[in-house]
């Protein structure tokens, strides 16, 4: 499975990325997650402490490898680089182990404008591509609200595209915009989760506002959830609801892409 998840920020699409992760995990599966949200937080949802997020380094800021392997100083626009650098070597030398999943901690730039032609978005590109294309590896990518790290050739590749809204009109319609740009890439399945939700009223909101793209599930708030967070502590093991909930999503998943 290959699953790339994307929302409005805030709606919880890092704890849902977090919480796929630990259950391929746990079935066994070789999985890497890939933190794609220059806001990365998935470290933390998968239950490092924050003197260990400080030791990262995000690829993008690999600034000798990306030059070693494109050809081309990061930051630099236009000129001439490798556009097809290596990278099959990455996953393996950049990624963390957390409780059996791989962590590899993509990052953006701080020089490069978005979607900006230049070795280091070139590089990201290259990799995630790379990485989708595995067979042999479950893939849960948590990405920006967007499509940024996103290629045809990548989008093509992606079994599930799943798009977290909340109950509010500001997330429905990020979600709206998201998958019109991910239809222009050819991504074939763009499912909807909810996250945040109360009560039955606020899936019956959901479902009116997401024209026709598909509802596969839904977290519950969760003071549970919430206390993980402001703990920062993994969901998978302090949320037993929300662990069951993305169970539930995880089968509906797979069940829409096998048909």
């Known amino acids: 499975m290959k699953i790339a998840i994307t929302g409005k920020g805030g709606v919880g699409k890092t704890t849902l990325a977090a919480l796929l992760s630990n259950l391929y995990a746990r079935d066994g599966k070789r999985v890497i997650a890939v933190d794609a949200d220059p806001d990365a937080n998935l470290a933390s949802a ?3 402490s924050q003197a260990q997020i400080d030791d990262i380094r995000p690829i993008a800021e690999m600034s000798e490898l990306i030059e070693q392997r494109t050809g081309s100083k990061p930051g630099s626009m236009g000129g001439v680089f490798k556009l ?3 990278v099959d070597d990455i996953p393996e030398a950049c990624s963390i182990d957390i409780d059996g999943v791989k962590l590899l901690v993509m990052g953006k730039s701080k020089e490069a404008a978005s979607g900006c032609y230049c070795p280091e978005n ?4 290259r990799l995630l591509k790379h990485i989708i294309l595995d067979p042999d590896m479950v893939v849960i990518v948590d990405m920006e609200a967007g499509i940024e790290h996103l290629t045809r050739g ?3 590749a992606v079994d599930a595209f799943i798009i977290v809204v909340e109950p509010g009109s ?9 998958k019109s740009m ?3 890439l050819g991504v074939r399945n763009v ?3 909810a996250s945040k939700i109360r009560d039955t009223s606020d899936i019956d909101f959901i479902e ?3 024209d026709d793209m598909k509802l596969i599930g839904y977290i519950s708030y969760s003071e549970d959830i919430v206390r993980a967070d402001i703990n920062a502590a993994p969901p998978f093991l302090h949320a037993p609801g929300a662990v069951i909930e993305a169970d539930m999503i995880k089968k509906s998943i797979e069940e829409a892409v096998a048909r």
């Not at 070139?122 to 590109?125: E, S």
């Not at 997330?171 to 915009?177: C, D, E, K």
């Open 170 to 178: 500001r997330s429905l319609q990020t979600a709206r915009t998201i």
């Open 191 to 193: 499912f909807v989760a």
């Open 208 to 210: 009116t506002h997401i």
């Open 84 to 86: 097809n650098p290596r």
């Open 182 to 184: 991910a239809n222009t």
């Open 154 to 156: 990548t989008a093509g």
């Open 122 to 125: 070139v590089f990201l590109k």
């Open 46 to 48: 998968l239950g490092l």
